[in-house]
C-alpha cells in the first residue's frame, strides 16, 4: 500500500537560518502534492500546491520542490521565524477526492 | 465569510456510545471531505460527500456514516464507539471537481472512555 515518510523527529533551528523538511513516498503516483501547516489543537492550513509537472513552487518565504522520479518532496523556510513553529504535513492526490496525508514533521524555530 | 465551522468542539463518550459531529463548509463550497487524526498521526480520509451522495470512502467500517444535506452542510456519524475511535476528527470543504486546497474546520476532539 502507498507510504508517505515525513521525519518524526522534530526539526530544531535558529531563527534566520532555512528550514528544510523531507516528504518521501512509495507505491504511489501522485498528481500533485500539498503542503499544510498544522497548530496544536487545530485544523490544518493549505500552503502550497505543486503538480506533477512542476519542479518547483513558491510563495513568499516558502519553496517547495517536486521530484517524481525519486519520490520526493522538499519543503523549505527561508529566513525562519519563531512564528513559523508549527507542525508540516505533506499530502498526496491524485483526483479532487481523497488526500494522503503523511504524520508530520514537527519544526521549532529558536530565537 | 465564515470558513468551515464543526460542533461539538470536544466531547466524551463511553465505549459502545454512537456520536454525531457536524460540518457547515466555507461558504461557496459544495464538497465535504472528514478526516480523522490520531494523536501523533496525519489526517486519514474517511469518506467526501458531494450531492448529497458518498463519492469515496477511506478504509473505515461501517460504524462510520454520513451525511449531506441540501444546505451542503454534513454530519459524521460513528456506531458502536471503541476505544480507538478516541481523534481529532477533522472536516474539510472545497469546490466539487477542482483539485486545490482543502479548508479545514478546527475539528471535533472525541474522547472514548
Known amino acids: 500500500s502507498q507510504k508517505i515518510e515525513q521525519n518524526s523527529e522534530a526539526l530544531n533551528i535558529q531563527e534566520g537560518k532555512t528550514a528544510t523538511l523531507t516528504c518521501n513516498y512509495t507505491?504511489?503516483?501522485?498528481?500533485?502534492l500539498q503542503w499544510y501547516r498544522q497548530d496544536p489543537g487545530r485544523g490544518p492550513v493549505f500552503l502550497l500546491l505543486i503538480r506533477e509537472n512542476e519542479k518547483e513552487k513558491r510563495k513568499e518565504r516558502l519553496k517547495v520542490t517536486f521530484d517524481t522520479t525519486l519520490k520526493q518532496s522538499l519543503f523549505h523556510i527561508t529566513a525562519s521565524q519563531p512564528a513559523d513553529s508549527a507542525t508540516y504535513l505533506c499530502?498526496?492526490?491524485?483526483?479532487?477526492?481523497?488526500?494522503?496525508f503523511g504524520s508530520g514533521t514537527r519544526l521549532l524555530v529558536r530565537p | 465569510d465564515a470558513g468551515v465551522t464543526q460542533s461539538p468542539t470536544h466531547l466524551i463518550k463511553t465505549r459502545g456510545q454512537q456520536v454525531t459531529l457536524r460540518c457547515s463548509p466555507k461558504?461557496?463550497?459544495?464538497?465535504v471531505s472528514w478526516y480523522q487524526q490520531a494523536l501523533g498521526q496525519g489526517p486519514q480520509f474517511i469518506f467526501q460527500y458531494y450531492e448529497e451522495e458518498e463519492r469515496q470512502r477511506g478504509n473505515f467500517p461501517d460504524r462510520f456514516s454520513g451525511h449531506q444535506f441540501p444546505n451542503y452542510s454534513s454530519e459524521l456519524n460513528v456506531n458502536a464507539l471503541l476505544l480507538g475511535d478516541s481523534a481529532l476528527y477533522l472536516c474539510?470543504?472545497?469546490?466539487?471537481?477542482?483539485?486545490?486546497?482543502?479548508?479545514f474546520g478546527e475539528g471535533s476532539r472525541l474522547t472514548v472512555l
Open positions: 499530502a498526496l492526490g491524485r483526483s479532487s477526492y481523497k488526500l494522503i
Open positions: 461558504s461557496g463550497h459544495d464538497t
Open positions: 507505491n504511489y503516483s501522485p498528481a500533485y
Open positions: 474539510a470543504s472545497s469546490l466539487s471537481g477542482q483539485v486545490g486546497e482543502l479548508f
